[in-house]
């Protein structure tokens, strides 16, 4: 027989089918490890066939399958011919992302153990060996039993029966359960009418994608739980993807409850072993829920049933490494193949994912109301303005100190949230609010120390750093973001009783980071949570009852055309932590430009009116309307780098040419961020009326071949840094 074979080095000189002999054993799917030049490499089998036009003599023979089983199945293999044709990356590259990276590397293997029982033969133990006699006995009851256990409890007894062959010893594989110690109720819970009303209706629209519209706290989560404990009734399998944040430590025990060892919960908290055992756990079908964040859409199930992508909204569904994937796009694929639903649920979706359901692309359904009715947190604007007026120059307004201080008098908890995205050079003036934004792109510009000038990312256009503020005549002009160890600090002044806890980038770091502090506020050994954006995802504290919005205004001018959508995101997320259980929530969301759209759409939770609002802008300019596409060129060397700048934009300029009217925007420049770790950035950056150049900008790029510096295609970045 002979192996078409893809080599496992992602180059695209050697991005091409290879022929090998190989025994009728070896199936498409497998790896195997194969004479490649003069050394060895690992390839994976994309098909067998009878024949090559390889002469007999010139085909070399694989040396051995890694795996006695294909780790690729044939969904995987259908569906890397489409990524590579859509995202024009080699085939290694694209087939890495089905398998766990630690069975690349080999680093870790199966794990096994020794486990001992009694031989059927007739046999005797003198009566004076009584340690022999009990294991014996032992084993008889329980059939078998650990080793490691068994030489614990009898000593040396498992060696004098093992040596008279009385205790056969085999070896098994096992598999690492890494939530051995997380143990959970199932809720038995009755369905709402509404929310038995989606499942309805999820279940029966003839269309692919449902958009299950439902306010923070709707009950989305027992929705998505139901549709999948359905489908494995049906023999089927399901994948679940949530932000990797959302898998806190209530949701793991919650997930465990209901399905216990059916689902594969993985999450960056597992050990390589502990994946690697979960991934094959779903690849043989004895765990049949693949639950995680963005790479789970890869999970080697089969037969599914239902693909659910919670928080759909969420940035990190789009993958920052190449090839740079969107798993809205992945999971379309697969509910194609699979021929099954695919649900996509938020309190805020996307403008892009509501637009589809509002034409009608995608059902819509909706949770219009909170669990029991409870109502939606009340949302206070304050202005800040004022506060400065007033000469408080702390982050805190004298509204939040009056109901933090009620708030922990009472005995609940509250949550102070700040953006990261603070840090960002945005120019704003303190007394006015005015916000210095760009003439023709309509987003904030962003201040550049080096050249002391502003920017805009979008068209590359500069403007000179202001003096004082064109609207008011202030000179109070402020660009600095407050930071969370400032914030807590000042706390500590005000309330020295109480108990506080810090999470963001800087506290989280190491394995269970963010676990553990969420668990320390879980279990109530903190009154107050002060953190950045990981304190905004599906949290569910029963204690909160109010939440403090430091920097509402921050991520609204981020230069970005999704800022207002991110901000509207980001508010009422972070407003849903409040009031969840009996006591009502209270939200105090502070801003310099109280009287800003965005904000006040999300301080009354009109997600209809942001909508309106936000799309009559984007009309014609940005997505869902254009294609944003940037084309980034990045190396070490900056002569080369430039060359290669020159190079590729010469060949798209060609593609620009030939269709001027696809364009909408077409222009090089420096990136924003021009070094990022010794690395000089160029760009050339594209606004299309829809997709159709991509094809040929996919292909320029991956025909691009230089020492030092690579070049890569995004759509729609996330983050235009
Ligand atoms: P969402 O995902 O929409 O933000 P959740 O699924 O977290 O909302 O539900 C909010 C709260 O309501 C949770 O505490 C959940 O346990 C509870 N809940 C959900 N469905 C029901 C139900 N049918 N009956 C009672 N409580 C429910
Ligand atoms: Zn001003
Ligand atoms: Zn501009």
């Not at 060129?633 to 060949?651: F, N, P």
Request: proline share 4%.
């Amino acid at each position: 027989m002979v192996a078409e074979v893809i080599v496992d080095i992602a180059h695209s000189d050697v991005d091409k089918i290879f022929d090998y002999a190989c025994e009728d054993t070896v199936a498409a799917g497998m790896r195997v490890a194969v004479p490649f030049g003069r050394s060895a490499a690992t390839g994976f089998v994309m098909r067998v066939k009878e024949s090559s036009d390889v002469p007999p003599e010139k085909l070399k023979k694989i040396y051995r399958a890694e795996e006695d089983f294909p780790a690729l199945n044939k969904e995987c293999l259908a569906l890397a011919e489409k990524l590579k044709n859509r995202y024009r990356c080699p085939m290694a590259l694209v087939l890495r992302l089905f398998l766990p990276a630690e069975m690349r590397t080999g680093k870790v293997g199966e794990a096994s153990r020794n486990f001992a029982r009694l031989t059927s033969g007739p046999f005797e133990i003198p009566a004076r060996a009584r340690q022999q006699l009990a294991l014996a006995e032992f084993l008889k009851d329980n059939g078998e039993a650990d080793t490691a256990f068994l030489r614990e409890r009898f000593g040396g007894a498992l060696k004098a029966l093992t040596d008279k062959g009385i205790v056969l010893i085999e070896k098994r594989r096992v598999f690492r359960d890494p939530y051995r110690g997380v143990e959970g109720e199932a809720a038995e819970r009755t369905l709402t009418p509404a929310q038995e009303e989606a499942l309805k209706r999820i279940g029966t629209t003839q269309k692919t994608v449902t958009l299950l519209h439902g306010v923070t706290g709707s009950g989305k989560t027992e929705v998505y739980l139901r549709l999948i404990a359905e489908q494995l009734k049906l023999g089927k399998t399901a994948i679940f993807l949530v932000p990797e944040i959302s898998l806190t430590p209530q949701m793991l025990s919650q997930l465990r409850a209901r399905f216990g060892r059916k689902a594969a919960i993985l999450h960056s908290g597992l050990s390589a072993g502990e994946r690697f055992d979960e991934w094959r756990r779903l690849r043989e079908g004895s765990a049949r829920i693949a639950i995680g964040a963005r790479s789970a859409i890869f999970a080697p199930v089969e037969n599914v049933g239902v693909i659910v992508i919670d928080e759909e909204h969420d940035g990190s569904y789009s993958s920052e490494n190449a090839p740079r994937y969107n798993t809205f796009d992945i999971a379309w694929l697969r509910a194609i193949y699979n021929k099954c639903k695919l649900v996509l649920g938020s309190a805020t979706p996307s403008v892009e994912t509501y637009k589809r359901a509002k034409d009608g692309e995608f059902e819509l359904v909706r949770l219009p109301e909170r669990i029991n009715r409870r109502p939606l947190p009340e949302v206070q604007l304050v202005d800040m303005r004022r506060e400065v007026r007033r000469g408080n120059p702390s982050p805190f307004s004298l509204v939040l100190r009056e109901k933090l201080k009620s708030c922990l008098g009472g005995g609940n908890q509250a949550i102070l949230f700040l953006n990261r995205r603070g840090y960002s050079q945005t120019v704003l003036c303190r007394d006015c609010g005015y916000v210095a934004k760009c003439e023709h792109c309509d987003v904030a510009l962003t201040y550049h120390s080096e050249e002391n000038c502003l920017k805009c990312h979008y068209c590359g256009a500069r403007y000179h750093m202001l003096k004082g503020c064109p609207a008011c005549g202030s000179v109070h002009i402020g660009y600095v973001g407050t930071g969370t160890q400032r914030v807590v600090g000042e706390l500590k002044k005000l309330y020295p009783a109480a108990r506080i806890l810090r999470m963001d980038n800087d506290t989280t770091s190491g394995k269970e980071g963010h676990y553990k502090i969420l668990k320390q506020f879980a279990d109530r050994q903190a009154d107050i949570l002060v953190g950045t954006q990981m304190v905004a995802k599906g949290h569910d504290f029963p204690s909160v009852t109010l939440v403090g919005i430091l920097d509402a205004d921050m991520s609204l001018h981020f230069p970005d055309y999704r800022s207002g959508e991110r901000t509207f995101q980001l508010v009422t997320q972070v407003a849903g932590r409040s009031g969840r259980a009996e006591e009502r929530g209270e939200v105090v969301l502070q801003t310099y430009e109280p009287e800003n759209f965005i904000l006040r759409f999300a301080a009354k939770y009109d997600y209809e009116g942001f909508y309106e609002h936000e799309i009559a802008m984007r009309a014609g300019m940005f997505p869902p309307y254009a294609k944003i596409v940037r084309v980034m060129v990045v190396g070490e060397d900056e002569t080369e780098a430039l060359g290669a700048l020159k190079e590729i934009y010469g060949k798209l300029e060609a593609v620009y040419a030939a269709q001027p009217e696809k364009f909408l925007f077409f222009n090089k420049m420096h990136s924003p961020i021009k070094r990022i770790k010794e690395k000089f950035r160029y760009q050339v950056l594209m606004r299309l009326t829809d997709g159709s150049p991509l094809k040929e900008i996919y292909a320029i790029c991956s025909a691009a071949a230089y020492k030092k510096t690579v070049v890569y295609v995004e759509e729609n970045p996330s983050n235009l840094s």
